[in-house]
């Protein structure tokens, strides 16, 4: 399948914040011109889509992927870039729920996931800021540095990069004395999320893939033994649709959307840092993440800015005062950036699943969806789009790591996304009350 291209999808730049003004040129893609036929039809252009479609198209299957705004719109170009190894289950408690076998595999595969990342980016010379360089996670609180050594020790006996800090050397790794103690994973880094999945579209291209932006997938029928998708732009037949539309699901397979609770994550970026204050502030290690009930994370970008990032609310964040939580943390953060100005603001959205742990669903046969991340999706999402399309081409799930389990929408669906921002601002509240901001 030749790609095809039009004109630019023209998303406007501010709407990714800090990412938008400094990310690489949006590669040229247009709407589904008419009807077209393919191997798959991929719906979605995130992490999920985007990587799928390469894999295919390395694997010689053709593969359209279509978005109803373009490559990055959603999580895959708004997000901190954290890329991080692993699932938010540890290994210990991957065995303890999914069994010996089962769980042995899916922690095998969430190690690898950082490294499998940084090296797709290598092979394919995606210019996107890559820095394999460390995460700590950090605990916001003495109470919190059991967990954080048992997190610490369940990846050290398995041979993992992982080292644990100490008071002074988490101050001195991360640059503030707000923390207790936590532990760097060396496995971990960051990207300029857009620009990796801009650079994931501009290779998926080359390699043969189909991108359409401006197309939404409107509606899925079973057509023969494949699948018919009517968009707003024409209709494209396939023998297998992966849906890969993560914290952005609507109502194409109606039960799906039930099975996670979308939930909005903000970020903010500061002027450049002067010179004195980058050779303090995360001096070696790409980025951190803290133990907060309503977590912060945060990094640095390549032209020297604190990023930093936090959950939102039950919806997208409208003016300047919903960033303002995120604003006292940096500041609360780095009493050393007193006064710094805020120059980006931008917000997201991700999905969250009620076992905390992505899903793989094939309801029906040649229909897949990746979806869940649970806010840890940028290694994990990437990764999954070797794994779908190694299904596609063998036929089965054998190099699948996660189970492929039914669609299971979880109670109360409706209610869910008040639910979710009941329980953020119970988080909050705590937080607040045991004086962590
Ligand atoms: C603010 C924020 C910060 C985050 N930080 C991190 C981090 O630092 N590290 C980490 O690992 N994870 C992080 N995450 C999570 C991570 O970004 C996501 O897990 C990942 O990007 C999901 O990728 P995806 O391709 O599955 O979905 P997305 O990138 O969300 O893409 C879904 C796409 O589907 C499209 N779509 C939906 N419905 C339709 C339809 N009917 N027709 C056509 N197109 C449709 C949407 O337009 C969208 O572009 C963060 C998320 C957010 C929001």
């Not at 501009?202 to 189909?210: D, F, N, P, T």
């Not at 999905?351 to 669903?361: I, N």
Request: glycine share 12%.
């Amino acid at each position: 399948m030749p790609t095809e291209i039009v004109a630019s999808a023209g998303l406007p730049d501010q709407d990714f914040g800090l990412w938008g003004a400094t990310a690489e040129p949006v590669p040229l893609t247009a709407a589904l011109p008419g009807d077209r036929h393919a191997d798959v039809a991929i719906i979605g252009a995130g992490y999920t889509g985007l990587s799928t479609a390469l894999h295919l198209a390395e694997l010689g299957i053709s593969g359209i992927c279509i978005d109803s705004q373009g490559p990055g719109f959603g999580a895959s170009g708004r997000n901190g870039g954290q890329v991080l190894p692993g699932f938010k289950l540890y290994p210990d408690q991957l065995v303890e729920t999914y069994g010996e076998e089962r769980g042995r595999a899916m922690a095998a595969f969430g190690a690898g996931i950082a490294d499998m990342l940084f090296a797709l980016v290598a092979r394919h010379g995606i210019a996107c800021d890559a820095r394999q360089s460390g995460w700590v996670h950090a605990g916001h609180h003495v109470s919190k540095l059991a967990e954080q050594r048992w997190k610490h020790d369940q990846w050290a006996s398995r041979g993992a990069n992982v080292q644990w800090l100490d008071k002074a050397a988490i101050t001195q790794q991360v640059g503030s004395e707000l923390y207790e103690g936590g532990w760097l994973d060396r496995r971990a880094g960051t990207v300029q999320p857009l620009s990796f999945a801009r650079g994931l579209a501009r290779v998926a291209m080359a390699k043969g893939a189909a991108i359409h932006s401006a197309t939404r997938a409107n509606a899925l029928q079973r057509d023969g033994d494949g699948w018919r998708i009517s968009t707003s732009s024409g209709t494209i037949r396939a023998q297998h649709v992966v849906l890969a539309t993560n914290g952005y699901t609507d109502r194409l397979l109606p039960r799906l959307a039930g099975t996670l609770v979308p939930v909005d994550s903000a970020q903010v970026a500061t002027a450049p840092l002067h010179e004195a204050q980058r050779k303090r502030i995360l001096p070696a290690i790409a980025c951190v993440s803290d133990t907060r009930r309503s977590l912060l994370y945060f990094r640095t970008s390549s032209d020297g800015r604190l990023v930093m990032g936090g959950r939102g609310g039950i919806l997208l964040p409208t003016d300047a005062s919903h960033f303002a939580r995120l604003e006292r943390a940096t500041q609360l953060t780095f009493p050393q950036l007193e006064g710094i100005p805020f120059t980006h603001r931008w917000a997201g959205t991700l999905a969250v699943t009620m076992d905390h742990m992505p899903h793989l669903h094939e309801p029906e046969p040649g229909l897949i969806a990746s979806i869940g991340c649970n806010g840890r999706g940028v290694a994990y999402s990437t990764a999954m789009g070797e794994v779908i399309a190694q299904r596609i081409a063998s036929g089965n799930w054998d190099r699948a790591p996660m189970p492929v389990t039914p669609i299971t929408p979880m109670p109360f669906a409706p209610f869910r996304r008040i639910g979710a921002a009941v329980v953020a601002g119970w988080y909050g509240w705590r937080d607040r009350r045991q004086g962590h901001l």
